[in-house]
């Protein structure tokens, strides 16, 4: 039986959440860059991707928690976010 677009994208979706679920999701200052060289190598616009991943990210906050329902809610993006920054940046003082 061959699979439906609509299916393969379920089965996409249940892979991701699984993924999510097992490996956790890292929030840092490079996680754009992360998401933008992911979104090149699958060949979908940046865009897309982060509003897939802003879309999942209350149900995966609700299941760690163990909350019924969380709402993100966003603003604006920054024009210059914050860096990361190491621990050991503040022993040269």
Request: charged content about 30%; cysteine-free; hydrophobic content about 35%.
């Amino acid at each position: 039986m061959a699979l439906t677009e609509g299916r393969r994208g379920q089965i996409a979706l249940a892979i991701v959440k699984s993924k999510f679920r097992r490996d956790g999701l890292r929030l840092s200052s490079s996680a754009r860059r992360e998401l933008g060289s992911t979104a090149y190598e699958i060949g979908v616009p940046i865009e897309e991707l982060e509003e897939f991943v802003l879309d999942l990210l209350p149900e995966m906050i609700g299941e760690a928690f163990g909350y019924d329902r969380v709402s993100v809610t966003t603003h604006g993006r920054r024009k210059n976010p914050p860096q990361s920054k190491s621990v050991h940046d503040d022993d040269h003082d």
